[in-house]
């Protein structure tokens, strides 16, 4: 075989390996370490919520921060969409944090408690009890644009309360906390 034909050869060869690679990262067991890079798709868009409503999921893709100013989900709170590259940790938050940190961090199947800034501080203490047993799964804020009430979010989920229900709450939290991350867990 003459040279040019080994180069084409290899060349062949090379760009299959390449084919391969990629389709194995996008829908084999790599797919979660890719979606930690990319966002999620929305392939999971049907799904039920066994606690609050159901919201398909939207198309997740990592934005920049002026990206963020054209987003426009689907529900509000947001329960799914374009987020920041980044993430926040569990804990409890005295300003509002950034949907887009809001939606990462529910990538990571943590749940998302959002309370109006006219909320009594003895509710607000009763949100922190709940967010203190659930350490490793909820973020705890104010919201801005939360006029009154609670909302609770996790990946494709919300329910809403018009004040503290410690019931509703937990079962919100034990049900969604952990169940999704880059994919479902059952």
Not at 29 to 48: E, I, K, Q
Not at 90 to 113: D, N, S
Not at 153 to 161: D, I, K, R, V
Request: glycine fraction near 10%; charged fraction near 20%; aromatic fraction near 8%.
């Amino acid at each position: 075989m003459s040279e040019r034909g080994r180069r084409w050869l290899w060349r062949c060869g090379l760009g299959l390996t390449l084919c391969a690679t990629l389709t194995a990262l996008l829908v084999g067991p790599w797919r979660t370490l890719v979606g930690t890079v990319a966002g999620s798709p929305p392939g999971d868009a049907l799904h039920s919520c066994p606690a609050g409503t159901a919201f398909p999921i939207m198309d997740s893709p990592h934005v920049s921060q002026s990206e963020m100013e054209q987003v426009r989900y689907n529900s509000q709170p947001p329960t799914s969409g374009p987020h920041f590259a980044f993430s926040l940790a569990p804990g409890r938050y005295t300003v509002a944090v950034p949907e887009g940190l809001a939606v990462h961090a529910m990538e990571h199947g943590h749940v998302i408690i959002l309370y109006a800034e006219t909320t009594p501080e003895s509710t607000i203490a009763d949100l922190e009890r709940v967010a203190k047993r659930h350490a490793d799964k909820v973020v705890l804020a104010p919201s801005e644009k939360l006029s009154d009430g609670i909302a609770m979010t996790a990946w494709g989920c919300l329910e809403t309360l018009s004040g503290y229900d410690e019931s509703a709450v937990e079962r919100f939290v034990v049900t969604l906390g952990g169940r999704y991350d880059h994919g479902w867990r059952r």
